[in-house]
């Protein structure tokens, strides 16, 4: 439960980043960022699964890259849901999103987390 509060909060840190560098990623504010990640972490528990099912021969092909895509429509359905307080410009902007965050909890994992588990 920690671990999840956790990761809910990284996200939504991230996705303030993310709007402070894209003008086309808004976010009404703090709030807004952590209701953000949590539809977001409820889309991913949910719905991800289900579209890597059904895209799974176009994801093979891609070797993964189509994964950017599945965020980027997990991101799409989350701005969907919260209205005008999460507002994404457009799917390009979506796509480039999701590699953003992917690559940023790449460095917080491997930068942080990871050495911290070491030091146990």
């Known amino acids: 439960m920690i671990r999840w509060l956790v990761s809910i909060l990284v996200n939504a840190l ?8 894209f003008d086309s990623f808004h976010l009404s504010g703090i709030g807004a960022a952590i209701t953000a990640s949590f ?4 889309l991913n528990v949910l719905v991800k699964p289900f ?11 891609t070797l993964g890259l189509f ?3 599945i965020n980027a429509i997990t991101l799409m359905i989350t701005q969907g849901l919260m209205g005008d ?5 457009g799917f ?5 999103a999701a590699i953003v965050i992917s690559l940023l909890h790449l460095l917080i994992q491997k930068g942080i987390v990871e050495p911290l588990k070491d030091k146990k």
Do not use: E, M, R
Request: net charge negative; no cysteine.
């Open 92 to 96: 390009g902007t979506a796509i480039l």
């Open 14 to 21: 991230i996705l303030i980043v993310i709007a402070g560098y």
């Open 51 to 61: 579209l890597i099912i059904i895209t799974l021969p176009v994801t093979v092909l």
């Open 85 to 89: 307080s999460f507002n994404i410009d």
């Open 67 to 69: 994964l950017f895509v």
């Open 39 to 42: 539809i977001l972490s409820i």
